[in-house]
């Protein structure tokens, strides 16, 4: 049996991966288990405990972890987590062990995505023959593109969430200042995560108690500020994503995958994200047709792991196999 | 005989190229000629000039352009040239024309660079499967990448000069609404080009007369806002390749190419240029790992050419050849 696993800095999400025959398609995956990462020690432990759950001994195992992924020793970039991948093979006496980013593994599946669990933002025109671009805020901010490549694709491995915050003219004075007392380095996942979020929240709202994450998004029909931080929050998902197409040249589709976009979308429309992404000088052509897509909440969580089992036969991650 | 060309804002450069024959290096250029493009009312009446005063018949052709090459139709971002591709492939009765970005050309060399035209500025340790990334300042800001694939290159092409400006908090305050009142959008370009080294030397030198770029080059020994000017240059250029590491995951090297930096380089100690690129938050070891050249004045005017070269059978740039 296959196991595939897509782990975050808050959830560890694994499942059963049954290959698709034809190659045409994504496997299945099936025995979708969600852990809290901070409810164990070690990635380890979770993952005997869902084998263990599941009465699995596990052949191949395809992991997808947030953060990067050289070298045999592999740290959580948002949980206390790491392991070393050569024990994780021995320890589960595996065929084979693949362990990518997690958004790589994000990056792989919108070739096969279910239209149905997509909101198409706007349509666009896409260019077959360049990238095509996954990004998306939960914990952290993942950023993957895949390439078209001799009739398959090569992914491209990034960690672009952690690049420095880029801001607009009609971008709030005060904002950078506001977040470098918060962050070491201020970069674009410092706004477009969880915390980030919450960041902007308290810099919208800074006479009031700071709120979660999760509190901004309920509250936000009634509670203006709430609402203001959400309404900046996808001002600077256009930044991100704009300077995201620009620097890997993706103009075959851009999909916002993670947690938290999916909440909040309802908000979108009332922000300046599809303006910013449509006026961008010399370059808003370039920036302004590239087709834009949603992946809803439940197909995100799916994603990833239909992906970490792509990764098991994709020919440009074979330096990630052991 | 195969024509390959270099075509910038300012200049542009044509030669006649010679594939090598057992594909383990580039070709060679022969009968390299530089015309200023403001001296020709097209690019057709450039190339027509050139192959008239060499005597030469073209057969295929491959045309390295500063700006994005899709459609049939090419503008030029830098200069007032444009050109429709299929005319120019009739006019001059070419058995294959190749068409691609300036820096996706430069991108194609860094495997077959010779060293000694290479100043190593850091080390740092490669990761052999990831991407290489290519930027350079001249008239703009170009920026491609490559990526290995099966044994060949697969190049990224991209706009990402062309990205939103990112500030660190020790950037001068000021500085983007300074440059907010030069252009539309504040980009890296904004800075980190011709116009944007002399931009920077209005912001530092704001009671002084405006000097050229090369102005500025020429007399930073003597002047100290010059030579403040290029130590801020030098560290914005810190920051765009640190997002660049990070967009496109390329640490198994950066090549800075272009006619500017070069130019500069005495004055890069001088500058936080390597620090920054070794702090960056929980993000240090994976920007500050990255092996780091300068790719000299003479190597660089020739690697367009190369690339330009290489390009015409590349299997992964097959949609950009008519």
Known sequence: MDIVADIGGTNARFA???????G????TV???????????????DALERYCTAHQITPNRMSLAVAGPVDGQ?????????????????????????TIINDFTAQALVPPYLNRQGVTVVREGTPYPDTAVLVLGAGTGLGFAAI???????????????NGLLALRDTDPEGLSDFLRSKEEVVSFESCLSGRGLEYLYQFVAQDKPPLTARQIAETANDNQQARAAIILFFN??????????LSTGARQGVYISGGIAPKLK????????LQRLSEHGAYSDYVGQVPLFLIDEEQA??????GAGLAMTNPYLAHRRL
């Open 16 to 22: 059963c991966y049954q290959p698709d025959q034809t």
């Open 24 to 27: 045409s398609e994504t496997g």
């Open 30 to 44: 099936s025995h979708l288990t969600r852990y809290a990462c901070a409810d164990f020690p070690s990635m380890a």
């Open 73 to 97: 020793m592999v740290n959580f970039t948002n949980n206390q987590w790491s392991f070393v991948k050569q024990e994780i093979k021995s320890r589960f006496q595996l065929s084979s062990l």
């Open 147 to 161: 390439l078209p490549a001799g009739g398959g694709w090569c992914p491209l491995e990034t960690e672009g969430g």
């Open 236 to 245: 600077l998902l256009a930044n991100f994503i704009a300077n995201g197409i």
């Open 266 to 273: 309802a908000y979108l429309p009332e922000s300046q994200f």
């Open 301 to 306: 969580e799916k994603a990833g792991l239909l």
